[in-house]
């Protein structure tokens, strides 16, 4: 599978149909919107920081990424007879102890959570990730953002979480199947 290319069609929780796809350049109008519709809560707990000014640069790191180091999806939805960027996810990819790690992370607009974006964009990011032959991902998580947490503890795969400095560091093996009960891939 060519990650560049990636297209699927789901349902949401909610009965919304919603394409989750790669980015692409000609997405950073709909960045920029989604980008000011993100409430700060929700930016805080992604970023770890306020949200500020989208940066040009910001914004070409987002949207132009070569599909090796970086894959980043977007979720798409139509609403209002044009589609909208309601969320998306991401992995950077690393080398640790001879073996490809990943970086993932998600944001979700306020209006579109809880209907399940993230983990259908990490259960695609995983399909894709195992393919190219990552290991592990990784992320660094506010304790507080529990609904992030639960994406991962419900994705079925071996997880282990150390707090430290004020954030969870979560690890979750990409090497086994889910285990019975948890989601299949």
């Given amino acids: 599978m060519n990650p560049a290319q ?3 069609t789901v349902t949401l929780k909610n009965g919304l149909l919603a394409t989750i796809r790669a980015i692409r350049p000609s ?42 180091k970086v894959v980043a999806l977007v979720v798409m939805i ?9 969320g998306g996810g991401r992995y950077m990819t690393f080398e640790r102890a001879g073996q490809r790690h990943a970086e993932v992370a998600f944001l979700v607009e306020q209006g ?43 994705s079925g795969l ?13 690890t979750r093996s990409l090497a086994d199947r889910p285990p019975a009960g948890g989601r299949a891939l």
């Fill in 6 to 8: 990636f297209l699927e």
């Fill in 27 to 68: 997405d950073k109008a709909a960045l920029v919107e989604a980008y000011d519709r993100f409430d700060p809560e929700s930016f805080y707990t992604r970023f770890f920081r306020t949200k500020g000014e989208l940066t040009e640069r910001q914004l070409k790191t987002a949207t132009e990424v070569d599909f090796e």
């Fill in 78 to 86: 139509e609403r209002g007879g044009r589609e909208v960027l309601a």
């Fill in 112 to 154: 579109y959570q809880g209907l399940g974006i993230a983990g259908r964009v990490l259960d695609c990011l995983i399909r894709i990730a195992r393919e190219r032959g990552i290991h592990q991902f990784e992320a660094e998580v506010l304790p507080q953002n529990r609904a992030m947490l639960s994406v991962f503890e419900r």
């Fill in 158 to 170: 071996p997880m282990t979480q150390t707090a430290a400095e004020g954030t969870i560091h979560a």
